[in-house]
């Protein structure tokens, strides 16, 4: 956890606290924290802020049962605002949307993320009658096979059809490559942090 120390004296004992999901990146809703909001988030894992409306601290959840786990917290570069990353359990908003801002605000790339999970939560579970089970039982070579097909009709669609054609074909084999890859005991993000290596 990223070592901070909050300047809450400049906002009468209050500081933003911006929640943002650890996965993909959606900003989840804006609360405020005091120190003992901060504490009591880090040692218990369950998001908590300040409410100024009711005067106590409140953890995210408490009546819904709709919390967000920690993952970390940091500071900004004045030190009087925080940027929660965390996983929510359920919507964050009351309304029922993903977030306080709407569900329009995941980023685009972020639902690769969103995938990845539901590829992993297949791996774990298995429901009966799931295309993403069926691959998986199906095993390593069956998948990689299908990749290898995906990626030559990915290949054949950019040269001989049109751009429509060209994005099916290519969200079928990153789906594959996201089956394979969880097979094998690997997250997408590992892919995203072989990439941003090579690029520093």
Known sequence: MTDISPDFAKGDGLVPAIVQHARTGEV??????????????????????????????????????????????????????????????????????????????????????????????????????????RLFDGGIRRMAQKVGEEGVETALAAVAEDDEALLGEAADLVFHLMVMLRARGLGFERVAEKLASRHR
């Open 28 to 133: 989840l809703m804006l609360g405020y924290m005091n120190a003992t909001a901060l504490e009591t988030t880090r040692r218990s894992g369950l998001v908590t802020f300040y409410s100024r409306s009711k005067q106590r601290l409140w953890t995210k959840g408490e009546t819904s049962g709709d919390t967000l786990s920690l993952v970390d917290v940091r500071q900004d570069c004045d030190a009087d605002t925080l940027l929660v990353r965390a996983l929510p359990a359920g919507p964050t908003c009351h309304t029922g949307t993903s977030s306080c801002f709407g569900d329009e605000v995941v980023p685009p790339l972020g639902f690769l993320a969103e995938l990845d999970d539901v590829v992993a939560s297949r791996h774990a579970e298995r429901p009966e009658g799931s295309y993403t089970t």
